[in-house]
Structures are given as C-alpha cells and as structure tokens.
C-alpha cells in the first residue's frame, strides 16, 4: 500500500478520496477533505515528506506600505501597522 498522492507507506489510518477510487494517507486524505483539493508536499532531502505552507498576503503596513512582517500589530483606529513601525512609533 501507498498514498497515491504523497507516496508514503506509513500512516496511522488509510483513506480513500471522495469518490472511493483513490487510496490516501491519513494527512492527504484529512487535507483532501476539507479543503477539497490534494495536499501540496515535497520530499526534503532526509526523505521525509513536508507540506508546503503559504503564508497569506496581509493588507501594508498603513506607516511604509510592506507586507511582510513577523508580528502584526493594530494602530489606534485599528489599523495594521509592522513591528517596526510599532516599535517606532512607540519610542517617538
């Protein structure tokens, strides 16, 4: 037995996808059924299977516009401001 999406022989529980045809993983067949499509992965270079995460866009820094950031912050009017901007603005 394999998953017929991530190639994997081990898992905890075998699923099927939602026509019955496909055999899946726990982890694909889970992902599979609530987001109504296969699960994204890659096999990293020790062998084990990683999915791939992608972040949502968030709406700019209302201060400099970027919208990449480790920690979101909201302004007085509920804003979304950066980290920096916030640490900015905070010792100004």
């Given at each position: 037995?394999?998953?017929?999406?991530?190639?994997?022989?081990?898992?905890?529980?075998?699923?099927?996808?939602?026509?019955?045809?496909?055999?899946?993983?726990?982890?694909c067949?889970?992902?599979?059924?609530?987001?109504?499509?296969?699960?994204?992965?890659?096999?990293?270079?020790?062998?084990?299977?990683?999915?791939h995460?992608?972040?949502?866009?968030?709406?700019?820094?209302?201060?400099?516009?970027?919208?990449?950031?480790?920690?979101?912050?909201?302004?007085?009017?509920?804003?979304?401001?950066?980290?920096?901007?916030s640490?900015?603005?905070?010792?100004?």
């Amino acid at each position: 037995k394999y998953c017929d999406n991530c190639k994997t022989t081990n898992t905890p529980s075998w699923r099927r996808c939602p026509r019955g045809r496909i055999l899946l993983c726990n982890a694909c067949g889970l992902y599979q059924k609530l987001h109504g499509k296969p699960r994204p992965f890659f096999m990293a270079k020790d062998g084990t299977i990683k999915i791939h995460r992608t972040v949502p866009e968030h709406a700019p820094c209302t201060m400099c516009g970027t919208t990449k950031t480790s920690v979101w912050k909201k302004g007085a009017n509920n804003e979304a401001i950066c980290l920096t901007c916030s640490i900015i603005s905070k010792n100004s």
